[in-house]
């Protein structure tokens, strides 16, 4: 009996989610949880990225409650430190 070595491409796979950066371990977690227990096991990429992803809304809040652009970026600073 002779087996072919050729893969039969007329079937098609089903398409797959694309993952996301969080993973199986933390699929309980929501994405900021997950950097927020990163950063606490000493992860200094995951405190740049809640910095990143943070930094805008509380900057507007802030801006949105003083009024006051130099106040709302010392309050960011200080929220952020």
Excluded: C, K
Excluded at 12 to 19: A, E, K, N
Excluded at 52 to 63: K, V
């Amino acid at each position: 009996m002779l087996v072919s070595n050729t893969v039969d491409n007329t079937r098609t796979r089903p398409s797959l989610p694309v993952p996301t950066i969080v993973s199986t371990r933390f699929s309980h977690m929501s994405e900021i949880d997950e950097l927020i227990y990163r950063w606490s096991g000493g992860d200094e990429i995951a405190a740049e990225a809640i910095y990143t992803q943070s930094r805008g809304a509380i900057y507007g809040l802030a801006y949105a409650l003083l009024d006051n652009s130099a106040d709302a970026e010392e309050v960011t600073q200080d929220v952020l430190a």
